[in-house]
């Protein structure tokens, strides 16, 4: 697995959580989902093959986008927006796409959903689900290029979760 700036083990936990992979030499411009025009977040084709469940024939030589807006079926889509792969064409759930799902995966490396980190706040009052993803990211388990549909790190979506998860329940962050 290639290094990522959240994802790796001297840096894990640290600053913005976003992944950031090495830029690539190609042009910066934003691309729009072809369905419903919303921003598109560049992903790596190894994300997108290992997400797909159709043949990888279907993959062009391509700049492809992860399309996060939950109404939309789009999960990515080549940068000439000729190419779109939806839910049905995908391994995983997708969490940008069920939000309010419980038991759709937010972090897909270490397998949390809402429903266990709302347990964990049940349970014992507080989460420890960010402390123990940052050490799996520091300990070197971290897959996020590969097992997030994403295709970066999850600690922004989860510190999400966990936040929402505890307002709904009236505890103190």
């Known amino acids: 697995m290639e290094d990522c700036s959240c994802c790796r083990a001297d840096t894990a936990g640290a600053g913005e959580m976003a992944c950031q992979l090495p830029p690539a030499a190609v042009k910066r411009t934003p ?24 043949s ?12 996060a807006d939950p109404d939309c079926p789009v999960v ?19 969490f940008q796409k069920e939000p309010q799902a419980e038991d759709v995966f937010v972090c897909y490396c270490f397998r949390h959903t809402p429903a266990s980190i709302r347990q964990e706040l049940l349970e014992s009052g507080t989460s420890t689900v960010v402390e123990a993803i940052t050490a799996g990211i520091r300990a070197g388990q971290c897959g996020c290029d590969i097992r997030n549909p994403q295709g970066s790190c999850c600690l922004g ?7 929402s998860v505890r307002d709904g329940m009236g505890l103190r962050s």
């Open 31 to 54: 691309a729009l989902c072809p369905v419903t025009g919303s921003k598109g977040k560049r992903v790596g084709q190894t994300t997108v093959k290992a997400m797909l469940a159709v």
């Open 56 to 67: 990888l024939a279907a993959i062009r030589d391509a700049d492809y986008f992860f399309c």
């Open 76 to 94: 990515y889509f080549s940068a000439d927006g000729l190419q779109t792969f939806t839910v049905d064409d995908v391994r995983e759930r997708v």
């Open 157 to 163: 979506n989860v510190n999400a979760v966990v936040k």
